[in-house]
């Protein structure tokens, strides 16, 4: 193994400049004034105490709350898909795994798109509903668009984790429970969750992540009026041009899903020792 | 013997177009310790599996207690197992493990208590309740798999191959414990095993399986000393294998002598096969037996040599504990009873 040490070099220097760095920078600017220019930085605080103002506190907590209404969805629906798919033989798994990773192929873009066709106040829903006597409704630049849009879109980030460690379970311990007396319900909750908790963990931590962050979602599915933390951020940085105050808002949002993540993996038996 | 307990009637199993059990009839009593014992793939595994209510036979009855439970699933019978690789769970420590059957019950939780620590007493564990059972060896991760089968008050217990991933020596230890446990709390244990050497230890009855099909149930003496045809013999310890036949009763020819012996019911001349077990037999002077033959070559076994002997028909294998050269001249003697006359096997 000695003799391949020398090939990480090249890519301990590419995470320096690319990762290291700019993750520096950001600490950097989220606590000096003066934008771009490094010559004359002045440390303050103001960045981050602009961040609980009301405005901007509740596109925290909305965000929070969106991400966390995508989460139990995506969880919900990803584990009894990620169930479903665990009874079948291992070729069958394989294709239904590739079905459910196949969207993930084409760019988020086009998908998001196929949805505002889908959603739109003329959109294809909407002419069946016309088509069949009902009148139209009005989804688009709504919680609900957004919501069904990243939903989808994080779906096979749920579904993966969570068949894997379906899968890869010993079918004798669910035997075993009958065995021991434990109907099909039992057993369900009291082998089968309690083994497949280390993909939950990781599918929800995965989700949640993704669908705080998300910026483009919402804004094609949620309009222009529809502001969440990735939102506010893209918006410092292109538009506003505050990058002091874009990145205490980034600084923030890493930290509390750092919170969030060791929270969640509190729950994970693997990670405690098997206690 | 006692009231049977389990009887399996005409039983079948079919996966996809393979036949693994060619239609069954065993039953199996109250407080005996029965063996299922064959090479594998005979079927002993998938019998384990009806009568645990895994698998549903294809055809036939599976009667407990003189009530067919074929239909019945696992977790409403009055069986338990001993899975092969234990099947502990993971997430819960020694207690809990055994606790599972107890707490799935709603039982009084001092009385849980009370009774996994009896349980894991009689398994020689106590002490271990708040271990992680990943952590415990395999011999001990067996002991915590019987105290959690068991401690549900069973009628019949079910071991499928459980001391296949042992050592040798831990192997012997608890097999002699098992037969303990089963005399303690007095009821039937269902054993699976390839092991003919344990199945004979342990058992009262041995059933001895090829192809899905049932080849002799005995208790370990019979299985041994009169077994019922050349399969039996053969898995069951080393022997010579004779084709013969029976002149009349108490009167059988192999290799153109006739033998006085002991066995009767067969028709007259009719074509049998003849056990000699190569401990039976003892190495005289030539001119002292009907048999003779030259010393062809002596394998040092420890307790014993093995010893072939060339005859004009065939070779034979003895053991004895006496030293024979090679190229020597003897003869081969053997009582009236050390003959064992089997029916020949049809194929």
């Not at chain 1, 086009?110 to 003329?122: E, G, H, K, M, V």
């Not at chain 2, 809990?96 to 009896?118: E, P, T, Y």
Request: negative net charge; hydrophobic residues 45%.
């Amino acid at each position: 193994m000695k003799q391949f040490k020398n090939l990480v070099r090249p890519y301990i220097i590419w995470s320096f400049v690319l990762i290291v760095v700019p993750l520096f920078l950001i600490v950097l600017y989220s606590v000096t004034t003066g934008g771009n220019s490094l010559v004359n930085i002045q440390f303050t605080g103001e960045n981050f105490k602009k961040i609980f103002e009301p405005v901007y506190m509740n596109v925290f907590i909305r965000s929070f709350k969106l991400g966390l209404i995508t989460t139990v969805l995506c969880l919900v629906i990803g584990y009894l898909l990620a169930y479903f798919i665990s009874r079948f033989s291992e070729k069958a798994q394989n294709i239904l795994i590739l079905a459910v990773t196949i969207p993930m192929w084409i760019n988020m873009l086009l998908r998001t798109y196929a949805w505002i066709s889908l959603l739109s106040d003329n959109g294809i829903i909407n002419s069946l509903l016309t088509l069949l006597g009902l009148d139209p409704v009005s989804m688009m630049y709504t919680d609900f668009s957004v919501i069904v849009g990243l939903t989808c879109d994080l779906l096979p980030f749920m579904v993966i984790p969570i068949h894997t460690s379906l899968a890869k379970m010993d079918h004798s311990l669910i035997e075993a429970a009958y065995d021991l007396g434990a109907n099909p319900f039992k057993t369900f909750w009291r082998v089968v969750f309690k083994l497949s908790i280390p993909g939950v963990v990781n599918g929800t931590i995965m989700v949640f992540l993704l669908s705080i962050s998300s910026f483009v979602i919402p804004k094609l599915l949620g309009g222009g009026q529809y502001v969440l933390i990735g939102n506010l951020i893209e918006e410092q940085f292109i538009s506003v041009g505050d990058w002091n105050f874009g990145s205490a808002i980034s600084l923030l949002l890493a930290v509390a899903i750092l919170i969030m993540i060791r929270i969640m993996k509190k729950i994970d038996p693997d990670e405690n020792g098997g206690a | 013997m006692s009231n049977k307990i389990i009887e399996l009637k005409g039983l079948t199993k079919n996966f996809d177009d393979q036949q693994v059990l060619k239609g069954i009839d065993l039953n199996i009593y109250e407080n005996e310790f029965l063996t299922l014992l064959g090479p594998s793939g005979c079927g002993k595994t998938t019998i384990l599996r009806i009568i645990a209510g895994f698998e549903e036979p294809s055809n036939g009855e599976l009667l407990f207690n003189g009530i067919d439970i074929s239909k019945v699933p696992p977790y409403k019978r009055e069986i338990n197992t001993v899975f092969q690789k234990y099947a502990l769970f993971p997430f819960l420590n020694v207690h809990d493990n055994v606790a599972f059957g107890l707490n799935l019950k709603k039982v009084d939780k001092s009385v849980i208590d009370q009774k996994v620590s009896r349980m894991l007493k009689l398994v020689g564990l106590e002490g271990f309740e708040k271990r992680d059972v990943t952590l415990l060896s395999g011999g001990q991760q067996q002991r915590v798999a019987i105290a959690r089968a068991l401690i549900n008050e069973p009628k019949v217990l079910l071991l499928d191959e459980p001391l296949g991933a042992l050592d040798a020596k831990l192997r012997k230890e608890m097999q002699f414990e098992l037969k303990k446990i089963q005399k303690e709390v007095g009821i039937t244990f269902i054993f699976v095993t390839h092991d003919q050497e344990e199945a004979l230890s342990m058992s009262d009855t041995v059933v001895v399986m090829n192809n899905g099909i049932i080849q002799q149930i005995g208790s370990p003496v019979d299985i041994y000393n009169e077994p019922e045809n050349r399969f039996v013999a053969d898995f069951i310890g080393d022997s010579n294998i004779i084709e013969g036949n029976m002149i009349r009763d108490c009167l059988v020819c192999f290799d153109g002598i006739e033998f006085e012996c002991v066995d009767k019911g067969f028709k007259e001349n009719e074509e049998v096969e003849v056990v000699l077990r190569p401990e039976d037999i003892d190495i005289v002077e030539p001119d002292k037996s009907k048999l003779k033959g030259t010393v062809a070559s002596i394998v040092f076994k420890g307790v014993h040599y093995e010893i072939i002997v060339r005859t004009a028909r065939r070779d034979y294998k003895i053991h004895t504990t006496d030293y024979h050269e090679v190229g020597k001249d003897v003869g081969l003697s053997f009582t009236d009873e050390d003959i064992h006359v089997m029916y020949k096997m049809e194929n």
